[in-house]
C-alpha cells in the first residue's frame, strides 16, 4: 500500500480501488470458508497519535477502509511496518501492530524523531479467540 517513489507523497499508505475490492473479496471468501482468524497486512499504518510524523501514515480513506474492514470482517490482528517504531493499539476487537525495524528506529525525544540504533522483532502467538504478542530486543553486530 505504498505510494510510488516517485510520488509527492510517498511515504503515504494508499491503494487503488481495484485493490481494495480484490482485499475485501479475500476477507468475504475467508468468511465463507468459516475460516477461524483473519488478518491483514500492509507496509504503510493508519495513523496513532504516538507515531512520529502523521504523514507517514494511511490516507484517511485508506484508514477508514482499514477500520471498516476490522469491524466487518472481525480481523483478529493488522500489521505493518515503514515507520521504524513499535506501536500497538485496539480498534474494537483487531489488535493493530506497527513492527519495529531490525536495524535501526525512531524514539521521541522532547518531541522530536531521534534515529536510534537497535531494533526488535515480534513474535506472534495465535490463540484460541486472540493474539498473544512478544517483543525481542535485536542487536545486529
Request: hydrophobic fraction near 40%; include cysteine.
Amino acid at each position: 500500500n505504498c505510494m510510488p517513489a516517485d510520488a509527492r507523497e510517498n511515504h503515504r499508505g494508499f491503494w487503488e480501488p481495484q485493490q481494495a475490492d480484490w482485499i475485501a473479496e479475500q476477507f468475504a471468501q475467508g468468511r465463507r470458508l468459516d475460516l477461524r482468524h483473519l488478518f491483514f497486512a500492509a507496509h504503510v499504518p493508519p495513523f496513532h497519535p504516538e507515531g512520529y510524523f502523521e504523514r507517514f501514515f494511511m490516507f484517511e480513506n485508506g484508514a477508514r477502509q482499514f477500520y471498516q474492514w476490522c469491524e466487518e470482517y472481525q480481523l483478529l490482528a493488522g500489521f505493518f511496518g515503514h515507520i521504524h517504531q513499535n506501536l500497538h493499539w485496539r480498534h474494537d476487537n483487531t489488535e493493530v501492530i506497527v513492527m519495529p525495524s531490525l536495524n535501526w528506529n525512531f524514539q521521541l525525544q522532547y518531541g522530536k524523531p531521534v534515529k536510534t540504533a537497535g531494533g526488535a522483532c515480534r513474535i506472534i502467538h495465535v490463540c484460541e479467540n486472540h493474539i498473544h504478542e512478544e517483543l525481542i530486543p535485536v542487536v545486529l553486530s
